[in-house]
């Protein structure tokens, strides 16, 4: 552990966690209630300006009470500030990240499985997903095959948008190949990539990775001088 992460560990323990158990709407909860720390300061990826994100993971009942008019349900955190730091906590329900793990969501597969948890009395959040993220080698296996199988399919619509010769389908459909290929090698690689941020930088943090790292960004080279394409007929 880095000093940057154990300084924000340090403070999401000392005082944010106290500064949420202790809120109105939560405190009278916060026994059913699983404070878990994500994002980058549980990656270990974080920076002097990180942010400390932190999910309350609960059951339905406690979501209903807790969440009331707040913007959880569309990926916006409720924020505040803690001793200069910024801290976004949102509630999620243990059903929710349940689905979420059982349909390889590639975001919440990277979250949950890197969250540290902060406080949580009856152990619901190891008990509910221990046994779940333990079948790695499992999940694994149907991630690639299903990443595997929609590059197969992408490969195929990439040839014929050439057909079409729209330059921003080409370029989009093209994006999507490549970050499709950057998750089929860390796959391979058997290394945990984020699939928001820092995909390039997680992906390709394997050996398989470093290898082809220079012919990934090659590949972006490739994109820019899709400007050059020419889809009238005499260049065909």
Not at 50 to 75: F, H, T
Not at 164 to 184: C, F, M, N, Q, Y
Request: proline share 3%; net charge neutral.
């Amino acid at each position: 552990m880095n000093e940057i992460q154990k300084a924000l560990l340090d403070l999401a323990r000392s005082k944010c966690l106290p500064h949420l158990m202790s809120l109105d709407e939560l405190s009278s909860y916060a026994d059913r209630i699983a404070f878990v720390l994500v994002g980058s300061v549980a990656t270990g990826l974080c920076r002097k300006d990180s942010d400390i994100d932190m999910a309350l993971v609960c059951e339905k009942d406690v979501y209903k009470v807790i969440s009331q008019n707040r913007p959880w349900q569309v990926g916006r955190p409720s924020e505040t500030t803690i001793e200069g730091v910024q801290l976004h906590y949102y509630g999620i329900t243990f059903d929710e990240i349940e689905a979420k793990l059982k349909a390889l969501d590639d975001v919440s597969l990277y979250v949950y499985s890197h969250a540290l948890v902060l406080y949580d009395i009856h152990n619901s959040y190891e008990e509910r997903f221990a046994g779940l993220l333990s079948h790695i080698p499992v999940i694994r296996k149907r991630r690639l095959e299903g990443k595997l199988d929609m590059l197969l399919r992408r490969s195929r619509a990439l040839r014929s948008c050439f057909d079409e010769g729209d330059i921003i389908t080409i370029a989009r459909v093209a994006l999507e190949l490549i970050t499709l290929s950057l998750k089929v090698i860390a796959l391979l690689d058997d290394v945990p990539f984020d699939p928001r941020k820092r995909l390039f930088k997680t992906a390709l943090s394997g050996n398989l990775g470093r290898r082809l790292a220079p012919d990934m960004r090659q590949l972006f080279c490739v994109i820019g001088n899709l400007g050059n394409f020419r889809d009238d007929p005499e260049t065909k």
